[in-house]
């Protein structure tokens, strides 16, 4: 089980930082990754790291700005937002697959999924 926390309220330019806490033993075998909803929009890849941390992934919307990683000895993944701005408003969600780039190219056949949290940028 995945369970994602960190969102809240922040201006613009701000930064957050998300988690992702995992559940059960074989975390450090999955890859993970966070998508994000936003209101009336299809569910959208944000970002993806490999089990041992050495690969990732970003969309070009995020590039730069997002940076993913993970602690396996925590059993927990990161997702640092800087420069945020209001177009990041979304419910980000947590996922986890035994294969990178299913979490980047097929969300529908991605294993787990933790329930999300809402991140809110003003203007």
């Known amino acids: 089980q995945l369970q994602a926390s960190g969102g809240g309220l922040v201006q613009a330019g701000g930064s957050l930082r998300l988690s992702c806490a995992a559940s059960?033993?074989?975390?450090?075998?999955?890859?993970m990754g966070w998508y994000r909803q936003a209101p009336g929009k299809e569910r959208e890849f944000v970002a993806a790291?490999?089990?041992?941390?050495?690969?990732?992934y970003y969309s070009d919307s995020v590039k730069g700005r997002f940076t993913i990683s993970r602690d396996n000895a925590k059993n927990t993944g990161y997702l640092q937002m800087i420069s945020l701005k209001p177009e990041d408003t979304a419910v980000y969600y947590c996922?986890?697959?035994?294969?990178?780039?299913?979490?980047?190219?097929?969300?529908?056949?991605?294993?787990?999924w933790g329930k999300g949290t809402q991140v809110t940028v003003s203007s």
């Open positions: 996922a986890a697959d035994k294969t990178i780039l299913t979490i980047v190219r097929s969300r529908y056949a991605i294993d787990y």
């Open positions: 059960g033993r074989n975390f450090s075998t999955y890859a």
């Open positions: 790291i490999s089990w041992a941390g050495y690969s990732t």
